[in-house]
Structure formats: structure tokens, C-alpha cells
């Protein structure tokens, strides 16, 4: 027998779980200080009514010969991929049933998706990154190339006559920085994987807080972008469903390599490796894109997107440089008095208790950076922004 040598290439333990341990230990060592959360991105507000509705409903359907339901089908129910493909009709996008695919989250997908592709292909990931992309491609022994995002570029890269990769992940509205894509900007990333044969992972987790004009809610919104793009998103951060697990992946017919449908490779992969979404969850999702569903939750996003403009007041009036927050739930400020993004972690747990996410977690170019989630408590959003204005005061 052996392992699987990669993991010993990875990072000694995921960056969430390092977070959540030295707070743990800070907390045991000052059991009276208050902490404020405001380190991973997961969400406060309850499932939205239509939501829980639904899941009572089909709970009930369960505990009844007539509705029980054994197991469902691996790509899900029918109603859902219904649903999600008007989610994407009304924003212009038009897709097939067969191209939408029920999953438990875009983590597992995102992960998962490699096994259709050689082990040889090169992949390419912005830095700084959500940090999964990297692992799943470590653990699979992938050679894993960077392009840098950083304050010149905006933190969009962009491709050049350079760009050189078999995959590349994309993610818009970006995690961390809040960095958000173009419409414009995507149809170059389509071009050069046109022209490249290349394919583009596109992480759509965060489309919903999209407000501003001409930024991107799906890369299917360019022309030619089904040729070369999978397209990965969830109901964690739209609906709240981080507990509930429920997500989509988007693989389209039109994804032709060495004679082989990708679509029917997912679908073999999913049939094989997947027995699908529970019946009771997937009922849930569905709501969310009801009339009632989407009013409550287009109400829960102006929270979220509230406690953004809170922290980002209060990065103001202390002088910080920080990007996002607009198109996305994540404000990534430059930290001050050039303190590395560590020692800025340690040093606002400590002076103001409030708990964020170090920049360089996310990779060698978010070094000197740090990132705050809007998806906490308002009142604690309000009390962290107000510790954090006058600790960094303190620094001048
Ligand atoms: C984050 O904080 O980056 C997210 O919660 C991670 C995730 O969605 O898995």
C-alpha cells in the first residue's frame, strides 16, 4: 500500500480550520473577551420563510407512502434544474436542462470536476485564491501555475500572448478581494481559451451581490463562452444554505475534447460517484427562486450588502486602502503601517477582538492584505467596524 504522496505537499491544515483553532485558543486564554466574526464568509440570516415552507412540505411528503421518494436522480430533480434555468432565462442566459447538474456545494464540485481531466494539464489560479482550487490540484499532483492579481491590475488578471495553461479558474465576484469581472473583461478570458483549447472552471458563487453595470453574473453572458466554460455556483451565499448544502454546476453540450462530450463525462462521473442532492433540500432550493422566495432574499442581500458599506466607512474615515464590497460580501483592505497580513491578524485580535481573514492565506500576493466577510450579525458588523475605526487610530 500507498498513500498519496500529494498531500504531503499541502498546507498543514486548511486555512478556515487554522483561523477557527487560534481563535479557539485566544478565546480559552481571555474567556471575557467578546469576539466578533468576521473571518469566514458564512452567513447569519435564517432560511428565507418560502424556504422553510418547503422543506416542512417535503418532509411530510417523506413520512407518506404516496410522496416518499427513495433515490432521486444523481443530476437532480427536474423541477430544480427548471428553476435554475429561469433563474439564468430571466438574466438573458438561455441553457438546457440537461446542462444543469444538482450538487451539495460548489466546494465538492469544484473539487470534483478534476477528474475529467488528464492529470498532466497545467492549471492556472489568480493569486491570491480561494484556497480549494489550490488543494484539490495539489492532491491530485497537478502542476499549478499563478498570475498574480494585485492593486496594478486591479485584482483582475487578465490573459496575454504569455498566458500559457490547460485550466484555469476564474472567479467573479471574486474570493477574496471582491474584485469583479466585466462582461468585456470575461469575453478576453473566452478568446484566449477559444484560441488556447483551453477550459475555464468559472466560480459564480458570489453573482448575486453583482450591482454594478457591466459586471458579470455569468461567464455564459459572452458570446462563445459555452465552447470552453463549466460554470460552478451555489445556494450558500444567495439563499443562506451553507448548513443546508445545495449547489449547480453548469457543464454545456457544446464542451467538445478529442471527440469526447464533457457533458456526458459529468453525467457518467455524477451517475457513478454521486447518488444526488436530498429530495427535502432540493424542494427547499426551489423556493428560493419563487416570487416570495426572491423577495425575502434579495432582502437579506441589502443586509449583507448594508454591513459592507459599514466596514467600508469605517476604512474610510481610518485613511485604509481597500477594494470590494460592492459586487461582493468581501472588503480586502491593505493593512496598515505595512504590517504583514499575520501580524495584522494577531494584532486586531488582540486589540479590538475582532477576528478577519489574513490576506496571504490566500496566497504570496495577498501578503499585506486582509479580508472582512459582511456576512455577520449587523449590530456585531456595527461594533467590529467601530472597534476596528479606533484601533487603527491608535496607529497613527
Ligand atoms: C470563505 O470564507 O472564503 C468561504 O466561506 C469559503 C467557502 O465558501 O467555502
Given at each position: 500500500m500507498r498513500l498519496n504522496k500529494h498531500y504531503s505537499e499541502l498546507n498543514e491544515s486548511y486555512l478556515f480550520s487554522t483561523i477557527s483553532h487560534k481563535v479557539a485558543d485566544y478565546q480559552a486564554a481571555h474567556p471575557d473577551k467578546d469576539i466578533i466574526r468576521l473571518?469566514?464568509?458564512?452567513?447569519?440570516l435564517p432560511l428565507a420563510k418560502p424556504v422553510i415552507e418547503a422543506l416542512h412540505k417535503a418532509v411530510d411528503e417523506m413520512g407518506n407512502k404516496e410522496t416518499f421518494r427513495g433515490y432521486g436522480p444523481e443530476q437532480g430533480y427536474d423541477f430544480l434544474r427548471e428553476a435554475i434555468r429561469k433563474y439564468y432565462e430571466s438574466r438573458g442566459v438561455g441553457l438546457e436542462l440537461g446542462e444543469i447538474f444538482v450538487s451539495d456545494g460548489a466546494k465538492s464540485d469544484l473539487g470534483n470536476l478534476?477528474?475529467?481531466?488528464?492529470?498532466?494539464n497545467t492549471v492556472l489560479v489568480p493569486?491570491?485564491?480561494?484556497p480549494v482550487y489550490v488543494d484539490d490540484n495539489v492532491m491530485a499532483g497537478r502542476t499549478i501555475r499563478y498570475m498574480a492579481a494585485n492593486a496594478e491590475n486591479n485584482f483582475l488578471p487578465m490573459p496575454d500572448?504569455?498566458?500559457?495553461?490547460d485550466i484555469v479558474y476564474l472567479c467573479s465576484p471574486n474570493n477574496p478581494t471582491g474584485a469583479a469581472y466585466t462582461t468585456a473583461q470575461l469575453a478576453q478570458w473566452v478568446k484566449w481559451a477559444r484560441e488556447h483549447h483551453a477550459i475555464i472552471l468559472y466560480d459564480a458563487a458570489y453573482e448575486c451581490f453583482v450591482s454594478e453595470e457591466?459586471?458579470?453574473?455569468?461567464?455564459?453572458?459572452?458570446?462563445?463562452?459555452k465552447e470552453v466554460a463549466v460554470e460552478v455556483c451555489s445556494f450558500s451565499k444567495i439563499a443562506g444554505f451553507t448548513g443546508t448544502r445545495c449547489g449547480y454546476t453548469v457543464v454545456p453540450f457544446a464542451i467538445e475534447q478529442e471527440g469526447q462530450s464533457l457533458n456526458k463525462m459529468w453525467l457518467r462521473r455524477q451517475t457513478t460517484k454521486f447518488n444526488g442532492v436530498p429530495y427535502i433540500v432540493q424542494r427547499g432550493a426551489e423556493a428560493v427562486f419563487t416570487e416570495e422566495g426572491m423577495k425575502e432574499i434579495q432582502h437579506n442581500l441589502d443586509y449583507y450588502r448594508n454591513n459592507a458599506a459599514v466596514i467600508a466607512a469605517a476604512l474610510d474615515e481610518a485613511g485604509v486602502w481597500y477594494c470590494g464590497g460592492k459586487n461582493s460580501p468581501y472588503v480586502w483592505m491593505r493593512c496598515p503601517a505595512g504590517m504583514k497580513s499575520w501580524d495584522f491578524f494577531d494584532w486586531l485580535l488582540e486589540t479590538a477582538n475582532v477576528v478577519g481573514t489574513p490576506g496571504s492565506g490566500f496566497g504570496?500576493?495577498?501578503?499585506g492584505y486582509f479580508r472582512l466577510t459582511a456576512f455577520g450579525d449587523a449590530a456585531k458588523t456595527v461594533e467590529a467596524a467601530d472597534r476596528l475605526k479606533k484601533a487603527l487610530a491608535t496607529l497613527k
Open positions: 473571518g469566514i464568509g458564512d452567513v447569519t478534476l477528474d475529467l481531466f488528464d492529470v498532466n493569486d491570491p485564491v480561494y500572448d504569455a498566458t500559457d495553461a457591466g459586471c458579470a453574473r455569468s461567464i455564459y453572458e459572452v458570446e462563445g463562452a504570496p500576493c495577498g501578503e
